[in-house]
Every structure is written in C-alpha cells, then in structure tokens.
C-alpha cells in the first residue's frame, strides 16, 4: 500500500482478510438477489438489466439507474474467486458505509465485516449504489477518514 493512504473507506464493498476464502465466507450468509442476475459471456460477468435496475441501483431514480446498467463495465470472474494477500485494514484505519438494503451484499455481511475490521461504520438506507444514493453521507465518511471531518 502506498505510503501516503492514511485510512480506507468502504462502501458497501467485499473486505476480505488476507488469504481467506470470500466466497466461502459470504456463503455464510443468506445469498442476495443480484447473484440471480449475473450473467457470464466467457471470464466476464454482468447483471441483466432487471437485477441491475432492482437489485443493484434500487434507490437510484430510474433514468439514472438505466444509463448506469446501459453502461456498466463487465467483471472478470476472479472478482468473485481471488484472494487477497494482504488485508491493508490491519495496519490503516478503517471507516465502512453499510448499505442497509443491499441487494447485492447481504447487510449482515458488511456488518460483520466492518465489526471484523473495527470500522468507524455508518450505516445508511440505501441500495448498492450509496455512494450514488447518499452522496453526501458517503462524502462526509470520506472526509472524516482524510482527517478534514
């Protein structure tokens, strides 16, 4: 990690620790509805414009939503299967928005894993998409996190 990364913001986002095996641990919980959705064309996946539209960007105002999906970049399907080997959250403060009706990762997972990672945590009524939803919330998390809070 760069030297000059003070803290790390999570937004509804997978934290996997070093070497472990994500999509076992996810598996622990009850597998959201995006998962559905998915569909692969070769090492890449994307979601189909339904689970897209209800799953991922549920509380994005529906033009939005559409131009989002109409131009949403493909996964590669280690995305869902890599391991990290370093967890950066062990050495650098940590702040996680949990995304409370996400559709896409289960809530009680980011929950759990910004308990894991002793996250500063807030946690807002939003789909995936948050960081697109609560803009202000997530910018104000962000800040706190770069000291200016």
């Given at each position: 990690?760069h030297?000059?990364?003070?803290?790390l913001?999570?937004?509804a986002?997978?934290?996997p620790?070093?070497?472990?095996?994500?999509?076992?641990?996810?598996?622990?919980?009850?597998?959201?509805?995006?998962?559905?959705?998915?569909?692969?064309?070769?090492?890449?996946?994307?979601?189909?414009?339904?689970?897209?539209?209800?799953?991922?960007?549920g509380?994005?105002?529906?033009?939005?939503?559409?131009?989002?999906?109409?131009?949403?970049?493909p996964?590669?399907?280690?995305?869902?299967?890599?391991?990290?080997?370093?967890?950066?959250?062990?050495?650098?403060?940590?702040?996680y928005?949990?995304s409370?009706?996400?559709?896409?990762?289960?809530?009680?997972?980011?929950r759990?894993?910004?308990?894991?990672?002793?996250?500063?945590t807030?946690?807002?009524?939003a789909?995936?998409?948050?960081?697109?939803?609560?803009?202000?919330?997530?910018s104000e998390?962000?800040?706190?996190?770069?000291?200016?809070?």
């Amino acid at each position: 990690m760069h030297q000059n990364v003070s803290a790390l913001v999570y937004v509804a986002a997978r934290a996997p620790d070093a070497n472990e095996d994500f999509a076992a641990l996810a598996k622990t919980y009850p597998t959201p509805p995006a998962s559905a959705g998915i569909v692969y064309g070769g090492e890449e996946g994307r979601l189909t414009e339904e689970a897209f539209l209800r799953d991922f960007a549920g509380d994005v105002p529906e033009a939005r939503a559409k131009l989002l999906y109409a131009t949403q970049y493909p996964f590669q399907k280690t995305l869902l299967a890599g391991a990290v080997t370093d967890a950066a959250w062990h050495s650098k403060p940590v702040y996680y928005a949990v995304s409370a009706e996400d559709r896409t990762i289960n809530p009680e997972l980011q929950r759990y894993l910004a308990k894991r990672m002793e996250a500063k945590t807030i946690e807002l009524p939003a789909s995936h998409l948050s960081i697109i939803s609560h803009p202000r919330e997530v910018s104000e998390l962000i800040l706190e996190a770069a000291g200016h809070g």
